[in-house]
């Protein structure tokens, strides 16, 4: 397939029996199987195809031993991260992981000690908070603020939350999900300031950079100076731009060789060495090959959350979409329903029959919010929208 070729992202195919955690596990997540799901971020469409014919190329080869990646891989990396992303990392410095949260643990791990405090901003990404609490450590809140439909914080409360809780790790979401803020370079540098201050080291979640939409330019943390990158660990990862969360595939960039090798050491420490050999074929070739597929995709995905914001305000304005900055994930505001929380579910699943991630796991501050995933074929939102305004409208509270 040539570069220029078109993808028809409206082609609904069917994911059933592909052992896919959005499609086929319902009943072991104790949901119903008719559900529509809209939750976990991945997307309902195919990879280039060019990265299809590299993993079939591979794969007809046949053998799959333990695998490191070339200079080629790097190169594409980098080469990717510099032309989308703002900056260009050193290869040197990449620590590979089966994936980003499998590194926020590492880090967590490596930088700080069992019954310290690690800081993120809530509501966030739900696995934030439990690699903290998983490996023992405490989570410290700084809550974001929400006012006019956007989210920001306050600096001041930002670094109380350092001093109260002596945090020597921040895990920032860059750009952050489910709140969808694209955080400027100004608002980074201020979150850096008091990071650098305190002595906090910075782990800057950017998985989701390739997806500023227009008006917003991704600004990585590393981008920020020497200063500030000598004191993070910047996760990047090719899944959620081409969709390859499966293959496990992440590439994160620690400029500091001290804080390099403990990061390393982490890693070694939880068994982990060779990364999957798919993982590597099907990232590089979509870093090299990918420019197309991606600038389509992104194309239509912004159609499809300008969609959503206009379905909803037409057929259910009492639910409000926060316009996201980045990111393909939906973070609607229900509150104005006026609904307890079971109330919420009971209209969401029990009455729309959407899966749909609720807003309080992602932290308190998400209560009365639900997350929809709008990387599907248009005419699969319209039905979940559908559902969801229908629902709104007719629920007996309301
Ligand atoms: C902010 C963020 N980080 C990490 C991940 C998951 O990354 P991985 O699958 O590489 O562990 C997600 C997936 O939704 C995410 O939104």
Same mark, same amino acid.
């Given at each position: 397939?040539?570069?220029? $070729? ?43 195809? &060019? ?12 053998? /799959? !031993? ?35 949260? /499998?590194?926020?643990?590492? $880090?967590?791990? #490596? ?14 990404? *739900? ?31 930002? &670094? ?51 997806? $500023? ?13 020497? &200063? ?30 001290? =804080? ?5 050491? #982490? ?19 979509? *870093? ?5 597929? *991606? ?11 300008? /969609?959503?914001? $206009?379905?909803?305000?037409?057929? #259910?304005?009492? %639910? ?7 990111? *393909? ?8 329903? !006026?609904? &307890?929380?079971?109330? =919420?579910?009971? %209209? ?19 209560? !009365? ?30």
């Amino acid at each position: 397939m040539s570069e220029d $070729a078109r993808y028809d992202f409206d082609e609904i195919i069917d994911r059933h029996g592909t052992d896919s955690l959005k499609y086929d596990c319902a009943e072991h997540r104790g949901k119903s199987v008719d559900l529509l799901p809209m939750w976990v971020a991945d997307m309902d469409f195919r990879i280039p195809a &060019e990265a299809i014919e590299a993993l079939e190329e591979r794969s007809r080869h046949g053998i /799959f !031993g333990y695998t490191e990646p070339d200079d080629a891989y790097y190169i594409a990396t980098c080469d990717w991260i510099e032309r989308h992303q703002g900056w260009r990392p050193d290869s040197a410095a990449c620590v590979l992981t089966p994936g980003v949260v /499998f590194a926020l643990a590492a $880090a967590v791990r #490596a930088f700080t000690e069992p019954g310290e405090a690690v800081v993120i901003q809530s509501p966030v990404y *739900y696995p934030f908070k439990e690699v903290i609490e998983d490996n023992g450590r405490i989570v410290a809140r700084a809550p974001l603020s929400y006012e006019g439909g956007r989210y920001a914080f306050d600096v001041v409360a930002f &670094e109380r939350v350092v001093e109260e809780s002596g945090a020597t790790l921040f895990l920032l979401c860059n750009p952050h999900n489910p709140v969808g803020r694209v955080w400027s370079e100004g608002e980074l540098r201020a979150l850096g300031d008091v990071c650098l201050a305190h002595g906090v080291t910075v782990v800057s979640d950017e998985i989701h950079a390739d997806f $500023a939409w227009p008006g917003h330019v991704h600004t990585s943390y590393a981008s920020l100076g020497d &200063e500030y990158a000598r004191r993070a660990v910047i996760c990047t990862s090719p899944g959620k731009t081409f969709n390859l969360a499966g293959l496990q595939d992440s590439n994160i960039f620690v400029p500091n060789a001290s =804080l390099r090798r403990r990061l390393m050491h #982490a890693v070694a420490s939880a068994g982990y060495s060779q990364m999957n050999t798919m993982g590597l074929v099907a990232g590089r070739a979509c *870093y090299e090959h990918g420019e197309s597929w *991606y600038a389509q995709m992104k194309a239509y995905v912004w159609e499809n959350i300008r /969609f959503c914001d $206009a379905y909803l305000r037409e057929h #259910a304005p009492a %639910l409000r979409v926060v316009m996201p900055e980045s990111t *393909y994930l939906v973070w609607v505001d229900c509150r104005s329903l !006026g609904l &307890e929380n079971s109330q =919420l579910h009971e %209209l969401v699943e029990g009455r729309a029959r959407l899966w749909v991630d609720f807003g309080d796991i992602f932290g308190p501050e998400g209560e !009365g919010f639900i997350r929809l995933n709008v990387a599907c074929p248009r005419s699969v939102l319209e039905r979940a929208l559908s559902q969801l305004s229908s629902a709104a409208v007719t629920f007996p509270s309301v």
